[in-house]
């Protein structure tokens, strides 16, 4: 499957009423759903609140069992980023650049799916770096704790899901 494709799965995710979603759990900032219609299943949190708002952007890891999808890291940035600017994850001491849209970042191959979040169990924060469409920089930050057992908790959700 496409990481264009995948990615308009997951813009349609985001769209969908919150009804047909399951929730698996909450696990400190982390929460686990399942959405059996299409299937799918992802560990989701928002960033960090910078001077007390709450962000429109997120992190995720989905699953989507028919398309044999596993893993998948996906970002919705708080800000619309610039046409050329670059998308830097940052787990722990680790960095990988990301491919972006406007509002959205991804990684380029399942390998780098498994890499970032095999970070993202050893690491206690990630923050994804970039430019906004005025130039200026920002950072939306992640605290990981209750990570790996959200997406864990997903991956179980889909685990009899085709």
């Not at 990615?7 to 399942?34: K, T």
């Not at 910078?50 to 028919?66: I, N, Q, Y």
């Not at 980023?81 to 994850?89: F, I, M, P, S, W």
Request: charged share 25%.
């Amino acid at each position: 499957m496409s990481r264009i494709a995948a990615l308009l799965i997951v813009l349609l995710m985001a769209a969908m009423p919150a009804a047909a979603r399951d929730s698996l759990g909450m696990f400190d900032r982390w929460g686990a759903f399942r959405d059996p219609s299409t299937p799918r299943c992802y560990a989701i949190a928002r960033p960090a609140k910078r001077d007390g708002r709450v962000s429109p952007g997120f992190a995720s890891v989905g699953t989507w069992p028919r398309q044999k999808v596993r893993g998948q890291v996906h970002f919705r940035l708080s800000r619309s980023r610039a046409d050329k600017a670059v998308v830097t994850l940052s787990v722990g001491e680790r960095r990988y650049t990301l491919v972006a849209g406007r509002s959205d970042a991804w990684v380029a191959d399942p390998r780098g799916d498994a890499a970032i979040i095999a970070a993202m169990r050893s690491a206690s924060s990630m923050s994804v770096q970039t430019s906004d469409a005025q130039g200026r920089a920002f950072a939306d930050s992640y605290a990981l704790r209750g990570a790996a057992t959200a997406i864990d908790a997903a991956a179980l959700g889909c685990a009899r899901l085709r």
